[in-house]
Nanobody, 120 residues
Framework: QVNLQESGGGLVQAGDSLRLSCAAS??????????MGWFRQVPGKEREFVAN????????SYADSVKGRFTISRQIVSNTVYLQMNDLKPEDTAVYYC???????????WGQGTQVTVSS
């Protein structure tokens, strides 16, 4: 139903900032999507929740590990979700995946991921 394309990852020093973007495309996306969010995964570990935003009203939620440092937002006109990451720590190093949860069929779509590496 939906295609997701992440961008904005890179190599930074501890304390620096990055902004990730995820552009969505799909038929009638704006009325089909329930929420969009970000997950991250380190090799050998399970994919973990980072943040999500409900599409209709913009309400947000965050993992405790990133609360106060990361901010998720959306730009409705472009079907894009962002993750502003401030005060990055080496523990934030991971592949970050964009996800979209759709109303019909309780489906979740995933992007291909973008690498974030934070050096100390």
């Amino acid at each position: 139903q939906v295609n997701l394309q992440e961008s904005g990852g890179g190599l930074v020093q501890a304390g620096d900032s990055l902004r990730l973007s995820c552009a969505a495309s799909g038929r009638h996306f704006s009325v089909s999507v329930n929420a969009m969010g970000w997950f991250r995964q380190v090799p050998g570990k399970e994919r973990e929740f980072v943040a999500n935003i409900r599409w209709a009203d913009g309400s947000t939620s965050y993992a405790d590990s990133v609360k106060g440092r990361f901010t998720i937002s959306r730009q409705i006109v472009s079907n894009t979700v962002y993750l502003q990451m401030n005060d990055l720590k080496p523990e934030d190093t991971a592949v970050y995946y964009c996800a979209a949860d759709m109303w019909q069929g309780n489906l979740r779509s995933w992007g291909q991921g973008t690498q974030v590496t934070v050096s100390s």
